[in-house]
DNA sequence: TCTGGGGTCCTAGGACCC
DNA sequence: TCTGGGGTCCTAGGACCC
C-alpha cells in the first residue's frame, strides 16, 4: 500500500456556495441608502433579528435575537430594522440558483441562499471555476458569495466557513486540493461547534471529552462517537476524513411533511380567533400541497402556550386525524377545525398553533381551490 | 411450566439546519 | 410587553403479529 495513484473519487470536489448576509444583502441591494449602515431583517411579527449586514453584526448583535432587547444599542448606533420580505429574498435566490446551475450538471439547492455543486470535471480546474461563480455572482446580481470546495459536503461547508472567515481566501476556499498539514491546521483552528451537524448541545458533550476543535473531531475513532452519540455524527467524522457518506441529491426531494404555523401577534384565549387562524394556516398548508402535486392522508393541528412566560398556566396539546388522501381546502380545513375543538380548552393563553400536513402521496389536483374558506361554512 | 426472537408500525422526543 | 417559521433525521419504546 502506499505510494499508488490517489483514489480519483476522494479528490471529487463538491462546492458549497451560499449568499453572505443574504435578507441584509437583498435590502441594501434594493435600497442602496443602506449600503454600508447597520441593517437588521427581523422574522415575522418583529420578534427576532433573522440577519445581520456585516456591520451590524459588527456592533455584536448576535443572531437570533429578541429584538425588544436591542432596541437600545439600535438607537446608539442608528441600526436600520426591517420586516422580512420573503418575495423579495424569494426572487433573488431563484435569481442565483439559476446563474450556479450553468457552472455543473449537478445542482442541489440546500436552502434559500446555499447550494451544493459537484465540480468534478470542471474546466479548466474546480478552483478555478468557484472563482468564477465568486465573481459572475457578484457582477450579475450585486450579491456577494462565499465558496467552499471540498471533497465531501461536511468538508465543503467547512471549507465555506473558512472562506467567509478567513480574508486570504479572498471568498473562495480550496481545502480539497490542500495538503493533509495546511487542512488539518485549518481544522484546528476552528472550534468544534462550527462543523455542520455539531449544534451547541453536541459540543458541549463533545468538548467534556476533550474534544473540542474541528481537528479533534476528525481524529475522534467513529466507532467511539458512534457509541457516545449517534450514527449522524460517525458520518460527519467520517466526512471529515473524505469518507462520502452523504450523497448529492439533484432536485427537491419529495416532501414528507408540510408544516404552517405561526405565532400570533398577541396571546388568544377565544375560541373563534383561533379558528379563524387555523383556517388561515389549513388553507396555506393545502396550497403548498397542491403546488407539489401531493396528497396528505394526515393532519395534524398543535396549540401552545408561549413557554417563555413561566408566569403563566402551560399548555402544549397536538391531535392528528387520519383520512382519505386529499388536496382539498375544504376537506382539510373542515379536518383542522374538528381536530382544534377537540384540543382547545379555555383558561389558557395561547402563542402559536399550526396545521401539519403528513402522509403525502403524489396525487392529482382536484378541482376546487378556494383562496378563502369562511368558517361559517365549515 | 417455560415466556423467544424477529419483524412492522406508530408516536414522542431530541437534535440539528437555515 | 416583547423570544421565527420552516424543515430533516434518528432513537426509543409500545403495540401487535407470527
Known amino acids: 500500500m502506499g505510494g499508488g495513484p490517489l483514489d480519483h473519487s476522494s479528490r471529487m470536489p463538491i462546492a458549497l456556495i451560499d449568499c453572505n448576509n ?3 444583502s ?7 441608502v443602506l449600503l454600508g449602515k447597520p441593517v437588521v431583517v427581523l422574522s415575522n411579527n418583529d420578534g427576532c433579528v433573522v440577519a445581520r449586514s456585516a456591520e451590524a453584526r459588527a456592533l455584536g448583535i448576535p443572531m437570533a435575537a429578541p429584538w425588544h432587547t436591542l432596541k437600545d444599542l439600535a438607537r446608539r448606533h442608528c441600526v436600520v430594522a426591517l420586516s422580512s420580505n420573503y418575495a423579495l429574498y424569494g426572487d433573488m435566490s431563484a435569481r442565483v440558483m439559476r446563474i450556479l446551475s450553468q457552472f455543473s450538471p449537478l445542482q442541489e439547492v440546500y436552502s434559500i441562499d446555499e447550494c451544493f455543486l459537484d ?12 472563482r468564477a461563480i465568486h465573481t459572475e455572482i457578484k457582477r450579475l446580481t450585486g450579491l456577494a458569495v462565499g465558496v467552499g470546495l471540498g471533497t ?21 476556499c480550496p481545502l480539497f486540493e490542500m495538503s493533509t498539514v495546511e487542512a488539518d ?21 463533545l468538548e467534556s471529552m476533550g474534544i473540542r476543535t474541528a481537528l479533534d473531531l476528525k481524529r475522534a475513532a467513529p466507532s467511539r462517537i458512534r457509541a457516545a452519540f449517534s450514527v449522524t455524527l460517525e458520518r460527519t467524522v467520517r466526512e471529515l476524513n ?13 416532501r414528507k411533511q408540510i408544516l404552517s404555523s405561526r405565532s400570533f401577534g398577541q396571546l388568544i384565549s377565544d375560541l373563534p380567533p383561533l379558528e379563524e387562524a387555523v383556517v388561515s394556516y389549513a388553507t396555506r398548508a393545502a396550497e403548498k400541497l397542491r403546488q407539489q402535486g401531493l396528497l396528505t392522508g394526515n393532519i395534524g393541528v ?11 398556566p402551560q399548555e402544549d396539546r397536538s391531535l392528528s386525524l387520519t383520512l382519505h388522501p386529499t388536496d382539498d381546502t375544504r376537506i382539510i380545513a373542515q379536518a383542522a377545525l374538528k381536530t382544534l375543538r377537540e384540543i382547545y380548552r379555555p383558561g389558557f393563553a395561547y402563542q402559536k398553533a399550526g396545521v401539519l400536513l403528513a402522509d403525502l402521496v403524489l396525487g392529482v389536483c382536484r378541482t376546487f381551490r378556494p383562496h378563502h374558506v369562511k368558517i361559517a361554512a365549515l
Open 302 to 312: 398543535f396549540l401552545r402556550t408561549n413557554p417563555f412566560r413561566t408566569d403563566l
Open 22 to 24: 443574504f435578507y441584509a
Open 26 to 32: 437583498c435590502e441594501q441591494l434594493f435600497q442602496p
Open 242 to 254: 473524505g469518507e462520502v457518506c452523504l450523497g448529492l441529491m439533484a432536485g427537491p426531494g419529495a
Open 119 to 130: 465540480l468534478a470535471g470542471a474546466q479548466p480546474s474546480p478552483t478555478a471555476c468557484g
Open 185 to 205: 491546521r485549518l481544522l484546528a483552528w476552528a472550534p468544534v461547534r462550527d462543523i455542520w451537524g455539531v449544534g451547541i448541545r453536541l459540543a458541549t458533550r
Open 152 to 172: 465531501t459536503k461536511t468538508l465543503a461547508k467547512f471549507a465555506n466557513h473558512c472562506a467567509k472567515k478567513r480574508l486570504e481566501f479572498g471568498g473562495v
